[in-house]
């Protein structure tokens, strides 16, 4: 049996909602799904400033324009991310700091963060890894302290919550992915919330979205022919896609429901191994966070063992990957004169870390076949 690392889920409207989307006027960006696409989400995230975008890369670059970042600012990550949460600092000409991140939560360790504060420092990039995030009151307070903004990266954290309160909105802005490999997907997608209630901001917004025109108030028939007014981009997404994306979020439970059942049964039958110290950690849920269970990762005590574990699944058919090369020992991190050895938490979880299948549509034979391989493999590692 094959049990490959993601499958896609679908809820079995998509096909109608596209040919809807198709036989409507509008195929473009804005158009009736989009719509409904962004009343769901602000239903979900309690949130009044919500923009969709063609993807979260996107949004996460929007965010930076937004704050006008430019030469000499600097922003704090993790390097335990994905590139687009550093390329969207580097194409504004900004400076991307690299963050230690914390070991039971593998997203920014608040305390590194302070240490690398500077005067140049504009805003922290929070990354709400695996639909578990940072504790955000935290956060807030530190960049308040210093009066610096927060970008939330929540890329892989539409539906988590933090002391009940939405990832992805605690910060001023949060940036969503829809990509195919998130738990809830339209092929290439995402969103932007805007938390702060500045007029300015949020109208400037729908222009960047808009290439740099009013377009939007065009549209609301504010003025009678629309112009270019600022810099800005073509981000709005199609509505054949925003019909796909409207059919998962009306499961946004269902779909969460599955994924949580999986990662319980992990959690269940996995835990034992814990004791034999070759596998340290694994996904867990810290007190106050709700997850959306959007992967899960098993850690181990050096390099060699996790890699083990990955070839000996493979062997079995079963697909297991690695998360993430950090991005200052990557080459692009190497060129910016990052070296390894900088980051020696981010580093070392780098090389232990690995996640195991997990998807909505997963069968308990599927997941008893990954366990019973982990078993076979864990007892004589
Ligand atoms: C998936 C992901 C992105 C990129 O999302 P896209 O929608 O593919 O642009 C950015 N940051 C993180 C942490 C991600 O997991």
Not at 235 to 255: F, G, N
Request: net charge negative; charged share 20%.
């Amino acid at each position: 049996m094959h049990i490959p690392f993601n499958k896609i889920y679908y809820t079995g409207r998509e096909m109608d909602y596209i040919k809807e989307a198709l036989e409507s006027t509008n195929i473009s960006g804005d158009g009736n799904f989009n719509n409904k696409v962004c009343s769901l989400l602000k239903d979900q995230l309690n949130s009044s400033n919500i923009f969709t975008f063609t993807n979260c890369t996107h949004a996460l670059e929007t965010a930076m324009l937004l704050l006008d970042i430019r030469p000499g600012d600097e922003v704090i990550i993790p390097s335990f991310t994905f590139a687009s949460t550093a390329n969207a600092v580097l194409l504004r000409g900004g400076t991307p700091v690299f963050a230690e991140v914390e070991k039971k939560t593998l997203t920014l360790d608040i305390e590194d963060v302070e240490n690398k504060i500077t005067n140049q420092t504009r805003a922290i990039i929070p990354v709400q890894y695996g639909g578990i995030g940072c504790p955000m009151d935290e956060i807030m307070d530190l960049a308040n302290k210093y009066n610096i903004y927060v970008i939330e990266d929540a890329a892989q954290a539409l539906g988590s919550t933090y002391k009940g309160k939405a990832l992805g909105t605690w910060g001023h802005m949060g940036c969503f992915s829809f990509h195919g490999t998130k738990n809830y997907i339209c092929g290439e997608g995402g969103a932007l919330s805007i938390n702060m209630e500045d007029e300015k901001i949020i109208n400037r917004a729908e222009i960047i979205r808009q290439k740099g025109t009013n377009r939007q108030e065009f549209n609301m028939g504010k003025v009678n022919q629309y112009t270019w007014v600022d810099i800005g981009s073509s981000y709005a997404p199609s509505d054949v896609l925003m019909a796909i994306l409207y059919s998962q979020l009306q499961q946004i439970d269902y779909i969460m429901e599955k994924r949580k059942k999986i990662t319980e049964t992990y959690i269940e039958k996995l835990s034992k191994f814990l004791v034999h110290g070759k596998l340290t950690s694994m996904t867990n849920i810290p007190e106050y966070f709700n997850s959306n269970y959007h992967n899960f990762y098993l850690r181990f005590n050096n390099q060699n063992h996790r890699d083990y574990v990955i070839s000996q699944l493979k062997s079995r058919d079963i697909d297991a990957y690695i998360h993430f090369v950090p991005l200052h020992s990557s080459p692009m991190g190497l060129k910016l004169g990052y070296k390894y050895g900088d980051l020696p938490i981010t580093e070392k979880i780098g090389e232990t870390l690995m996640r195991i299948p997990l998807y909505t549509a997963m069968s308990e034979e599927e997941q008893d076949y990954v366990i019973m391989a982990l078993y076979d493999i864990l007892e004589v590692l």
